[in-house]
Nanobody, 130 residues
Framework: QVQLAESGGGSVQAGGSLRLSCAAS??????????MGWFRQAPGKEREGVAS????????YYADSVKGRFTISQDNAKNTVYLQMNSLKPEDTAMYYC?????????????????????WGQGTQVNVSS
């Protein structure tokens, strides 16, 4: 069983920054084969993918809406994935979720819908005011 725990959400003004963390309880022997994703869901909208990274390494994926502003990274020694969010905009306001699923790197580096991930954290709220 994989458990994910997000932290780091909060309220900031437009142009500000936040860093989200996702701690994963995955065996060190299998961690390298996972795709770790960040998704967000605003009220009344569908959950959308923001970024993803393969725990075995390689180029991450970013949604067009966050390219150049958000950076996904990982610390494999801590089984933790981060989402550094800079130049935040009011439209970034949403509940942010960490997700995980075992998949090939080629799939992880492409856009994936939430249905492709089996494991989810409880979410952390990000509010950006204008």
């Amino acid at each position: 069983q994989v458990q994910l725990a997000e932290s780091g959400g909060g309220s900031v003004q437009a142009g500000g920054s936040l860093r989200l963390s996702c701690a994963a309880s995955i065996s060190r022997y299998t961690y390298s084969g996972y795709c770790m994703g960040w998704f967000r869901q605003a009220p009344g909208k569908e959950r959308e993918g923001v970024a993803s990274i393969y725990t075995g390494g390689g180029m991450p994926y970013y949604a067009d809406s966050v390219k150049g502003r958000f950076t996904i990274s990982q610390d494999n020694a801590k089984n933790t994935v981060y989402l550094q969010m800079n130049s935040l905009k009011p439209e970034d306001t949403a509940m942010y979720y960490c997700a995980a699923h075992r998949m090939l790197f080629s799939l992880c580096s492409s856009p994936n819908g939430p249905d492709k991930f089996n494991y989810w954290g409880q979410g952390t709220q990000v509010n950006v005011s204008s």
